[in-house]
């Protein structure tokens, strides 16, 4: 049974930093892709983040591009999500999802991806 457990979400101001955690039981993540995504109240899911298990490629949408950086650890079957210069139109709710099907990481964080999600760890941005 796939298990996805976040943490590290908070409250910090503009401009502050956070970086999330999402420990996985289950399944080895050296052979899945895994993502983070966001849904804030009234908007669309989005797939901010994705890493590929094939060559550690990474993909990062636009929205978050420069600020935020994806890794894992291969050991603590653990993926990260240190995000920097957090802004207003950043809080929601951050995700990390695996489909354990989809390599490519621009489509594991695609409007069609349907992985796997852990409960989810409120991100609010505020001063």
């Known amino acids: 049974q796939v298990q996805l457990v976040e943490s590290g979400g908070g409250l910090v101001q503009p401009g502050g930093s956070l970086r999330l955690s999402c420990t996985v039981s289950?399944?080895?993540?050296?052979?899945?892709?895994i993502g983070w995504f966001r849904q804030a109240p009234g908007k669309e899911r989005e797939g901010i983040s994705c890493?590929?298990?094939?060559?550690?490629?990474?993909y990062y949408a636009e929205s978050v591009k420069g600020r935020v950086t994806i890794s894992r650890d291969y050991a603590k079957n653990t993926v990260y999500l240190q995000m920097n210069s957090l802004k207003p139109e950043d809080p929601a709710v951050y995700y990390c999802?695996?489909?354990?099907?989809?390599?490519?990481?621009?489509?594991?964080?695609?409007?069609?991806?349907?992985?796997?999600w852990g409960q989810g760890t409120q991100v609010t941005v505020s001063s």
């Open positions: 999802g695996t489909d354990l099907y989809t390599i490519a990481v621009d489509k594991a964080c695609g409007p069609d991806a349907d992985p796997y």
């Open positions: 289950g399944i080895t993540l050296d052979y899945y892709t």
């Open positions: 890493i590929s298990n094939d060559d550690d490629s990474t």
